[in-house]
């Protein structure tokens, strides 16, 4: 990439990130513990605000001593619980009638409905919990739970595991970093750039099987 394309995009991508972070510390500065847990539904749905722009500035409200740790641990993880569940329901209950009807656009079909019920029904419980420390990933994972049929007390109970652990930890390095949490931002997404190549790459290969079958 010329150096001058690449300067431009990560001139881009810091004034976004720049965006996101004030955005979101005023949301959070004016709304307090109920917002906190609105903004962590909303990133445990398919929307567009990452937790690692929420979590570490709430932290950092706990090392000013305006927010406090236990409180900002429940209301994360309540957050996380219930915009998991919101996205559980949406993959059971329209999931499936959208395969069935368009998959064959998307190279899908009854068989892979099936698959995806049988993989959830072994190896969902460590998928969900795994899945909640991976970006991107832990945006979209509910749904395939609930497309799979998943288990939903298994399913809510790793939820709050996975969620909790990965709500705290941040929480945790926003507190240590202090004034500099938004950096957390700036870091995590080249490892959203990198997840996402290899889930494109990924569905590439497969699309390629599939058409050559």
């Given at each position: 990439m010329p150096a001058f394309l690449y300067a431009k995009d990560h001139i881009l991508s810091m004034v976004l990130a720049e965006f996101v972070v004030d955005n979101i510390a005023a949301?959070?500065?004016?709304?307090?513990?109920?917002?906190?847990?609105?903004?962590?539904?909303?990133?445990?749905?398919?929307?567009?605000?990452?937790s690692e722009a929420v979590m570490p500035f709430a932290g950092f409200l706990v090392y000013e001593?305006?927010?406090?740790?236990?409180?900002?641990?429940?209301?994360?993880?309540?957050?996380?619980?219930?915009?998991?569940?919101?996205?559980?329901?949406a993959g059971l209950y329209g999931g499936r009638p959208i395969v069935?009807?368009?998959g064959r656009y998307l190279l899908l079909n009854r068989h892979?409905?099936?698959?995806?019920?049988?993989?959830?029904q072994k190896y969902g419980d460590?998928?969900?919990?795994?899945?909640?420390?991976?970006?991107?990933?832990?945006?979209?994972?509910?749904?395939p739970a609930?497309?799979?049929?998943?288990?939903?007390?298994?399913?809510?109970f790793y939820t709050l595991v996975g969620a909790g652990i990965w709500n705290m930890f941040l929480a945790y390095v926003g507190y240590e970093l202090k004034n500099r949490w938004s950096l957390i931002l700036e870091?995590?997404?080249?490892?959203?750039?990198?997840?996402i190549a290899v889930i494109l790459t990924a569905a590439a290969y497969l699309i390629y099987r599939q058409k050559k079958k």
């Amino acid at each position: 990439m010329p150096a001058f394309l690449y300067a431009k995009d990560h001139i881009l991508s810091m004034v976004l990130a720049e965006f996101v972070v004030d955005n979101i510390a005023a949301l959070i500065n004016w709304g307090g513990y109920p917002l906190l847990a609105v903004l962590m539904a909303l990133e445990s749905m398919i929307a567009p605000v990452p937790s690692e722009a929420v979590m570490p500035f709430a932290g950092f409200l706990v090392y000013e001593g305006r927010f406090n740790f236990a409180e900002v641990a429940f209301c994360s993880t309540l957050g996380s619980i219930i915009g998991s569940i919101i996205s559980y329901y949406a993959g059971l209950y329209g999931g499936r009638p959208i395969v069935e009807k368009y998959g064959r656009y998307l190279l899908l079909n009854r068989h892979h409905l099936e698959l995806t019920e049988k993989f959830f029904q072994k190896y969902g419980d460590r998928t969900i919990f795994v899945s909640r420390f991976i970006p991107v990933i832990r945006h979209l994972i509910s749904i395939p739970a609930g497309i799979g049929r998943m288990n939903p007390i298994k399913f809510s109970f790793y939820t709050l595991v996975g969620a909790g652990i990965w709500n705290m930890f941040l929480a945790y390095v926003g507190y240590e970093l202090k004034n500099r949490w938004s950096l957390i931002l700036e870091y995590s997404q080249i490892i959203d750039v990198l997840v996402i190549a290899v889930i494109l790459t990924a569905a590439a290969y497969l699309i390629y099987r599939q058409k050559k079958k």
